[in-house]
Nanobody
Framework: QVLLVERGGGSVHPGGSLTLSCLAI????????MGWYRQAPGKERELVAI?????TYADSVKGRFTMSFDGAKNMVYLQMNSLKPDDTAVYYC????????????WGQGTQVTVPS
């Protein structure tokens, strides 16, 4: 069992920056992958960034968002710059052990709002 604790959501003006963090706590198997997803009202949940062997970003956030990973602390961060209204969504942290399919967990979600 792994618990994910997300922090850092809030409201930011267009062009502003915000940093999210996610801490994984519990019985952690390695190697694992952590990533960020988001879901806007009325839309499907979409991948924002994921860190495994390499870090992959959604086209919509490339050049603006940076994901960093601290394996020693089991923490992942999402630095969001040049925020746009379209970035408004609930952001979710994900923890996944691909070789153990039952080890797939989600954070509680944190709201990021960028007013028009």
């Amino acid at each position: 069992q792994v618990l994910l604790v997300e922090r850092g959501g809030g409201s930011v003006h267009p062009g502003g920056s915000l940093t999210l963090s996610c801490l994984a706590i519990g019985n952690i198997y390695r190697p694992y992958v952590m990533g960020w997803y988001r879901q806007a009202p009325g839309k499907e949940r979409e991948l924002v960034a994921i860190s495994g062997d390499t870090t992959t970003y959604a086209d919509s956030v490339k050049g603006r968002f940076t994901m960093s990973f601290d394996g020693a602390k089991n923490m992942v961060y999402l630095q969001m710059n040049s925020l746009k209204p379209d970035d408004t969504a609930v952001y979710y942290c994900n923890f996944n052990v691909t070789w153990r399919p039952q080890e797939d967990y989600w954070g509680q979600g944190t709201q990021v709002t960028v007013p028009s």
